[in-house]
């Protein structure tokens, strides 16, 4: 169940995607919150260099690996504006973080990329759960659909 801490948290996530976008980038952005509330970390999207590995999600996990206990993962939130691509997804799971919320989905995803006729990506998409054990997630939430559709319309007419 999605709440208005979460609700926030998300809210920060779209901003940084559009942050992403305005910096000529793909537009996701994530946060991770400590059990207590805290904001640990949070990125945005840096693949316009040409390293498609750069995804906020990503870059999370690392922190959450370097900084934090397993314990202190395990009750951590990752929000983000995205839902996870697989690659994020696995370095979610072996860094053994908690919860996910996503402000839209991969399916979503698929849908508006090819409604604006753009290439398939070269990686599936596949729903965090399909590759996380037991992963605790909430998503997509509808409220932010149309802006980070938005999001995706300006950066792929950017790229093109």
Request: one cysteine or more; aromatic letters at 6%.
């Amino acid at each position: 169940m999605v709440t208005k801490t979460d609700l926030k948290h998300l809210r920060r996530c779209v901003d940084l995607a559009r942050t992403a976008v305005e910096k000529g980038d793909q537009p996701f952005g994530s946060v991770l919150v400590s059990s207590e509330g805290k904001v640990l970390a949070e990125d945005h999207n840096h693949v316009a260099s040409g390293d498609h590995t750069q995804h906020p999600e990503f870059a999370l996990a690392r922190f959450a690996a370097a900084n934090l206990t397993p314990k202190e993962r395990k009750k951590a939130t990752v929000y983000t504006s995205g839902e996870h691509c697989p690659m994020c997804a696995a370095a979610h799971g072996w860094v053994g973080l908690g919860r996910i919320v996503y402000a839209s989905s991969s399916k979503q995803l698929v849908q508006w990329m090819e409604d604006m006729g753009a290439p398939q990506s070269p990686v599936r998409n596949l729903a965090i759960e399909d590759l996380i054990r037991d992963a605790e997630v909430d998503g997509p939430v509808l409220a932010f659909a149309e802006e980070i559709r938005e999001l995706h319309r300006q950066a792929y007419e950017k790229q093109g």
